[in-house]
C-alpha cells in the first residue's frame, strides 16, 4: 500500500497543490488535523514531496497558534520517521551519501563527537535533502534527542512562515506575509551566526554535550 501511494505522489507530484489538498480535506478541524499530519508521515515516505505545501495548508486551514501547534507535531513524525527508517534499512546509506554528496564528507569529522552541531550544518547547508538527511542520520546510529532538537530548531523557522503565509493569503493580508518573511530571515541569520560561533569554538559545546 505505501508502495503504491508513494508511486502515486511521485507520478502526481507537478498536480500536488495547495487547492487539492484543501479540497480532499475533512471540514471537520480535528479530522483535517489527523488528515494533515498523515500526509506529513506521507511525505518522509515519497522524498519527492514539498513540506511547504502542507504547511501552507495547516495556515489556511487552522488558526495561527493551531496551525503553528499541527505543523510542528507533523515536523516531530518527518524527523522521527525518516531517522528510524534510516536506522533499521540504511546500513548502507551512510557510505553511498558520503560518496555523493561531498559537502558531507567536508563535515563527517564533527558527527561523532557532535552530534547537535552535525545535524545543524548538515540542515543549515542543504547538504541533502531532509528526508535523506533524517534516513543517514538513523543509519549512522546517531544519537536521536541531538538530532532531533537540532533539526527542529532549523525548521522551526520555515514552518512558521509557510502558516503565517497560508494564514495571509485566506486573509488577503500582504503585510503579514512581509513581516512573517522578515522574522524569518533573522532568524535564519541568528541561527547561521550561531553555528558559526559553535564550529570557532568547539570546547563550548563539548562542555554543554558532557
Same mark, same amino acid.
Given at each position: ?5 508513494? +508511486? ?10 495547495? !487547492? ?14 489527523? +488528515? ?20 501552507? #495548508? ?33 546500513? !548502507? ?34 547538504? +541533502?535533502?531532509? !528526508? ?31 502558516? #503565517? ?23 535564519? +541569520? ?15 559545546? !563539548?562542555?554543554?554535550?558532557?
Amino acid at each position: 500500500m505505501w508502495a503504491v501511494l508513494i +508511486v502515486a505522489i511521485f507520478v502526481s507530484r507537478d498536480r500536488i497543490t495547495v !487547492d487539492m489538498i484543501i479540497h480532499y480535506t475533512p471540514s471537520n478541524l480535528f479530522l483535517a488535523a489527523i +488528515v494533515l499530519l498523515l500526509l506529513f508521515a506521507l511525505k518522509s515516505l515519497s522524498i519527492v514531496f514539498f513540506s511547504g505545501i502542507l504547511y501552507t #495548508v495547516s495556515g489556511l486551514l487552522f488558526s495561527m497558534p493551531v496551525a503553528v501547534l499541527v505543523n510542528a507535531l507533523g515536523l516531530c513524525i518527518m524527523i522521527s520517521e525518516g531517522y528510524f527508517m534510516g536506522r533499521v534499512f540504511g546500513s !548502507d546509506l551512510v557510505g553511498s551519501i558520503a560518496e555523493k554528496y561531498p559537502k558531507v564528507q567536508a563535515i563527517l569529522h564533527i558527527q561523532e563527537k557532535r552530534p547537535f552541531l552535525f545535524t545543524l550544518l548538515l540542515r543549515m547547508m542543504k547538504v +541533502v535533502n531532509f !528526508d535523506v538527511g533524517s534516513m543517514y542520520m538513523g543509519a549512522s546510529h546517531a544519537g536521536f534527542l541531538p538530532y532531533a532538537s537540532a533539526s527542529f530548531l532549523t525548521v522551526v523557522p520555515e514552518l512558521i512562515l509557510y502558516a #503565517v503565509l497560508g494564514s495571509s493569503i485566506s486573509s488577503l493580508s500582504p503585510k503579514a506575509a512581509i513581516i512573517a518573511a522578515i522574522i524569518y530571515g533573522c532568524i535564519t +541569520v541568528g541561527s547561521t551566526l550561531t553555528i558559526v560561533w559553535l564550529v570557532r569554538h568547539p570546547e563550548k559545546w !563539548d562542555t554543554a554535550e558532557s
